[in-house]
């Protein structure tokens, strides 16, 4: 091809999809541009749409509202609780701080906040706490099938193993102020206790309750992961090592000794475990006296 030779169109000569592109670049000169003003409600809209969703299926805050979790939780935190999880069927585990519904009046006569208008609709969407739901805040110390039990100057005790529990308040006792068990925690229910052993109306000072202070798992609203608010306090809630001591899960093991919690107490022997008890002394005094049969066989 020489030099120069036009090898298309004349260069004067305009092509279709030229025109095109023109027109379509006039329209969109011609449209008025929305106002930021008039697409902001609508933002506004799907914001709050996302948040009400998060709020319901995902994650949401709580504030914190007594004593009773120092000093992990101070009075005021706001935590962010993982509502997620229990949706695939997971149940609390031991050593989470969890956020259940009032089981049996546990806050009856404890004063609810007045929110005002602007507190409400925030409540509502996820982004404040609601002030209406009473709903508490404990550490999980017992799961369903445990055997759990704290006497007076002891440790708390489950499955036979003795927790150290470096997260409750300093100067306070493991339970001195209220002593129990042991106790067999029911399958679908926990056995919780605060912190701030010495200031905390836990699972313990409702055993003449309804429920005996166990939590129904179906009451749980969520684990409780990190301390959001304020930011100089942000940290996050993990299980403490106490709990993953080897031999802390056998359940087995507590109840079929026969043994209470701390491998002292019976805590109400098993059938098998009861005519043995029953069985020796017989065969013990069998042994020792002769039959009639063998009392005739005499010379």
Request: proline share 9%.
């Amino acid at each position: 091809m020489a030099v120069g030779a036009r090898s298309g169109r004349d260069e004067g000569e305009e092509r279709p999809d030229d025109a095109e592109r023109e027109a379509e670049e006039g329209d969109e000169a011609a449209r008025p541009q929305r106002s930021f003003w008039k697409e902001l409600p609508l933002l506004v809209g799907i914001a709050l749409l996302l948040a009400l969703l998060i709020k319901t299926f995902l994650v949401q805050a709580f504030s914190i509202p007594s004593d009773s979790m120092q000093n992990t939780l101070q009075r005021g935190d706001r935590v962010l609780v993982d509502k997620l999880t229990p949706w695939f069927g997971s149940e609390p585990e031991r050593g989470e701080v969890v956020v259940f519904h009032d089981p049996a009046s546990w806050l009856a006569g404890e004063p609810t906040p007045d929110p005002n208008f602007a507190q409400q609709i925030l409540s509502k969407i996820g982004l404040m706490p609601s002030a209406d739901e009473k709903d508490l805040i404990k550490r999980t110390i017992a799961i369903g099938g445990d055997t759990v039990e704290c006497r007076k100057g002891g440790p708390v005790v489950v499955n036979g193993k003795a927790l150290d529990e470096p997260y409750i308040f300093p100067g306070n006792t493991p339970c001195d102020d209220a002593p129990f068990g042991p106790i067999t925690v029911p399958t679908g229910k926990i056995w919780v206790m605060g912190d701030h052993r010495q200031n905390s109306q836990d699972s313990r000072y409702h055993m003449q309750d309804s429920t005996q202070g166990f939590v129904p798992v179906d009451k749980v609203v969520g684990r409780a992961v990190v301390v959001a608010w304020p930011i100089t306090r942000w940290a996050t809630l993990p299980i403490p090592d106490t709990f993953d001591q080897p031999g802390i899960g056998n359940q087995t093991k507590a109840t079929a000794m026969g043994l209470g919690a701390a491998g002292l107490a019976p805590v109400g022997l098993g059938p098998a475990a009861v005519g043995l008890v029953g069985a020796v002394p017989v065969v013990m005094w069998r042994r020792r006296k002769p039959t009639a049969e063998s009392t005739s066989r005499r010379p």
